[in-house]
Every structure is written in C-alpha cells, then in structure tokens.
C-alpha cells in the first residue's frame, strides 16, 4: 500500500456487533457523500438471499481465501463466525486513484490491523443501546434461529469491549441521531491538522511567508 498521504483518500472503518443498525447508517452514509465509496469484501461464506456477488461481497472459496492470505493480498483479514473475511489492498488503491474516500465494514480483528497498518485511519465503532435492544433488534430481523442468536449476542460483547480502541463511540439509539453523529464525524475528519499540515501546505506557507 502506497500510504502516501498527498495521495491517497481517507480510510474510515466502521464496525458493529450484529444488530446495531450499522448497515442503515452506512447506506445513509454512502448516499450523502457520493465521494465515498465502499470496499467490497471477499468472503468465504455462502451468500445469503437478497445478496449479490461483487456488491455485497466476493463470495470466493476457501482454498482461493487461503491462496490470497499468502500472497498478502490483503490489507486485513479475519475468521469471523468460522469464514474468512478480507479487504483487497489493490481495489482499496483503485478507489483511492479514483479519488474517493475509503469505507470499510468490517470486524474488530480486522479494526486492530488497520491501525497498525494506517495509523491515519478513522475508526468508527457503533454501540447498541443495550444488550437487550440487540437482542429485540435480532429477533425482530427474523433471519436467525434462537441458538445463532445467543451465539450473536456471546460474540457482541467481545466485540463491545474492543469497542475503546476505535477514535469515535456512536450509539445507535435513535437512528436520525446517529446519522447525523456519523455524517458530523465523516465531514470533520478530513479537517484534522495532520490532514491539513499535508493538503494545506502550500496556502500555509503562503499565509505564513513574509
Ligand atoms: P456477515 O457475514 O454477517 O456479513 O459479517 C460478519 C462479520 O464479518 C461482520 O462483523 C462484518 O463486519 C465482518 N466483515 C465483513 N467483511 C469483512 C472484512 O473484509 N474483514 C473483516 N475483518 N471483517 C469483515
């Protein structure tokens, strides 16, 4: 990864125990920036239905995961509910030629390893109101059997408690009110002072040369 910062877009990483709401807030997201694209995963798990490959994921095998693993063809990767996950470092680098701004969707494993990797990231972690509106909000989903569902909520509280690494905290209690949180968080981080020491170099040092 090329990690020139005069370059490169932003990268943002949102991730969310099951049944947080994250996927309506990133669509609200997507809509609202139309400079910032999503990165679409490979994924070994079978599509679910409604899902189609290439938008929602790269439904690959195991053995071509495996294969990708080893190359390093990943900017992260992880074994989330016993099926590999992982973002393509090249088509992240597309988007960013492109000149969009980077949207990740993706696990706390695979949170940690960006931060190693792009210490300029932002890292974006949704909070359920409580465990018990997950657990309303899953059952309400409908999609999953009563015994995936305790596994769902075992796995969100190991997720909430990586929840203090990540830059910003949202709770999605209200949707509109979290949307209007990630949209603020979205519009000002570009204007952090170790972004704008880079894109605004020059007008800095004409604003400052005698
Ligand atoms: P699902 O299979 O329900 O779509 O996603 C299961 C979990 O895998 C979610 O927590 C989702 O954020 C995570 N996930 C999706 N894509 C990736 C990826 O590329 N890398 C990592 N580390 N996790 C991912």
Redesign the pocket.
């Known amino acids: 990864m090329s990690n020139n910062p005069d370059r490169d877009g932003e990268l943002y990483v949102i991730?969310a125990p099951?049944g947080a709401g994250k996927t309506s807030l990133i669509n609200s997201a997507l809509e609202e920036f139309p400079s910032l694209a999503f990165s679409v995963?490979?994924?070994t798990?079978a599509a679910r239905r409604g899902e189609v490959d290439g938008v929602h994921?790269h439904f690959i095998e195991p053995a071509t995961f495996t294969e990708r693993v080893a190359q390093g063809r990943y900017l992260?990767?992880?074994e989330?509910?016993g099926?590999g996950?992982?973002?393509d470092r090249a088509r992240v680098r597309q988007l960013w030629g492109k000149g969009c701004d980077v949207l990740?969707?993706?696990?706390v494993?695979?949170a940690a390893q960006v931060r190693q990797s792009h210490p300029q990231a932002c890292l974006i972690f949704i909070l359920p109101p409580s465990l018990e509106a997950l657990r309303a909000r899953l059952v309400a989903r409908g999609t999953d059997q009563p015994d995936v569902i305790a596994r769902r909520l075992g796995e969100a509280r190991h997720?909430i408690s990586a929840c203090l690494e990540f830059d910003w905290i949202l709770v999605n209690d209200q949707f509109n009110h979290a949307r209007q949180q990630l949209m603020s968080i979205l519009r000002a981080w570009p204007l952090r002072r170790e972004r704008q020491k880079i894109v605004q170099r020059s007008r800095l040092a004409d604003l400052l040369s005698s």
């Open positions: 991730a099951s995963s490979d994924t798990r994921y992260e990767h992880a989330v509910f099926h996950y992982g973002t990740l969707e993706i696990d494993q695979g997720e």
